[in-house]
C-alpha cells in the first residue's frame, strides 16, 4: 500500500514538472518568422496561413489555382503579414515541389517553419478496386511530395534553427476503410515524419517536427466528399489551424485535434480494437458508399 501511494505521488508529480516546464504561446514567437504553407488556396491551409498573418509572420501561400492564392495573399495583408506572397505549384510534379522551397528561400530570404498540409482532391468514400493509377498518383502528391519538399527545405531549416508542421489524420492512425488509399498515405507521412523526429533526436540535430493528427473538420472538400457518409459532426477549420500552429510553434512531437475525439480513440486501437471495430460499424454509413 504504501508503494503504491509513493508510486501514485511520483506520478502525480511527474505530471505536475511536465506540465508546468511545458513553454506557454505567445504570438510574439511567430513575429517575423518566415513560414512556408502548402495547399493554403482552400480549407485548413488557408486557415493556417491566416494564423500565421494575424501574428506578424512572412508567408509564402501554394496550390495549384492562382485566383484563389491573390486572395488569400491579400487577405493575408489585411490580417497584419509582414509580408505575404503566393507560388502556383501542382505536387504532382516532384521537380516543383522543389522549386516551391527555392523561390520561398529567395523571396523570404530562408525559412523558419515549413508547414505540409496538402493533399489529393478527396473523392469521398469508396471500396478500393484495384485502380494502381489512383494509388501512385495519390502516394506523389500526398507523400512523395512532402519527402521532396522537406528534402529541398533541410539546409535552410538547419540554418534557421527552424522546424515542420506535418498535417496527419486519424486515418494514418487508424486504417480507415473506404479510403484505403488516403488513409495509407497518411500512414507512410506518420512513419517517415516520427522516425526523422527520432533519427534527428539521436544524432543531436535540432529539427522539431510536429504532426497533427485530426479528426473530421468541416472544409468545404471534407464535407463534400464524407457529407452523409459518416456519423460525426466536423469540427471548425479556424479553431483546428488555431490548435495546429500554436502546437507548431511550441514545437510540439504532436497536435490532436479535436482532443477529445480523437486521443482516447487512438487508446481503444491499442486496448479494445474490437470496441472501436464496433464503433467504425456505428459511424460509417456502408450503404452510402457503395
Ligand atoms: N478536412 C478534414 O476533415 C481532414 C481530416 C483529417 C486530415 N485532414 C488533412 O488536412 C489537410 C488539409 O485538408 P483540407 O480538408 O483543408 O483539404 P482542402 O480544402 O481540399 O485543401 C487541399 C489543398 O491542397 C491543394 N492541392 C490539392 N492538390 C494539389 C496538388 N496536386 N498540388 C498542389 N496543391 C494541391 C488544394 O489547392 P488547389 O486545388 O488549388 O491545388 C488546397 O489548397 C490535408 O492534409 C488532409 O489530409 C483533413
Redesign the pocket.
Known amino acids: 500500500m504504501t508503494a503504491l501511494k509513493l508510486f501514485a505521488s511520483l506520478l502525480v508529480g511527474l505530471c505536475a514538472y511536465y506540465f508546468y516546464s511545458q513553454e506557454t504561446f505567445s504570438e510574439e514567437m511567430v513575429r517575423g518568422k518566415r513560414v512556408l504553407v502548402?495547399?493554403?488556396?482552400?480549407?485548413?491551409?488557408?486557415q493556417m496561413a491566416y494564423e500565421f498573418a494575424r501574428m506578424g509572420a512572412h508567408v509564402m501561400v501554394?496550390?495549384?489555382?492562382e485566383k484563389?492564392?491573390q486572395e488569400v495573399v491579400q487577405k493575408c495583408l489585411d490580417l497584419g503579414a509582414s509580408s505575404a506572397w503566393y507560388v502556383v505549384?501542382?505536387?504532382?510534379n516532384l521537380t516543383s515541389a522543389q522549386q516551391v522551397v527555392e523561390e520561398t528561400k529567395t523571396v523570404l530570404g530562408g525559412l523558419d517553419l515549413l508547414v505540409l498540409?496538402?493533399?489529393?482532391?478527396?473523392t469521398g468514400l469508396h471500396p478500393f478496386q484495384g485502380d494502381m493509377e489512383s494509388v501512385i498518383s495519390t502516394m506523389t502528391?500526398?507523400f512523395f511530395?512532402y519527402v521532396q519538399l522537406t528534402v529541398s527545405a533541410l539546409s535552410a531549416l538547419n540554418e534557421s534553427r527552424g522546424s515542420i508542421i506535418v498535417?496527419?489524420?486519424?486515418?494514418g492512425r487508424i486504417p480507415s476503410p473506404f479510403s484505403v488509399v488516403?488513409s495509407s498515405t497518411?500512414f507512410a507521412l506518420e512513419g517517415f515524419y516520427s522516425g526523422l523526429r527520432t533519427e534527428m533526436y539521436l544524432q543531436k540535430i535540432d529539427l522539431p517536427i510536429t504532426v497533427a493528427v485530426?479528426?473530421?473538420?468541416?472544409?468545404?472538400?471534407?464535407l463534400r466528399a464524407?457529407g452523409g457518409k459518416i456519423a460525426i459532426k466536423?469540427s471548425p477549420?479556424e479553431d483546428c489551424a488555431r490548435e495546429i500552429v500554436k502546437g507548431g510553434v511550441l514545437r510540439q512531437r504532436e497536435v490532436f485535434y479535436p482532443y477529445w475525439v480523437t486521443k482516447p480513440v487512438l487508446l481503444l486501437r491499442d486496448w479494445m480494437p474490437e470496441v472501436l471495430e464496433h464503433m467504425m460499424d456505428i459511424s460509417y454509413k456502408v450503404e452510402n458508399t457503395l
Open positions: 502548402t495547399g493554403s488556396s482552400t480549407g485548413i491551409g488557408e501554394t496550390a495549384r489555382t484563389r492564392l505549384a501542382d505536387m504532382s498540409n496538402h493533399v489529393k482532391v478527396y502528391v500526398n511530395s498535417i496527419s489524420s486519424m486515418s488516403y497518411k485530426l479528426g473530421y473538420i468541416d472544409t468545404d472538400a471534407a464524407l466536423a477549420k
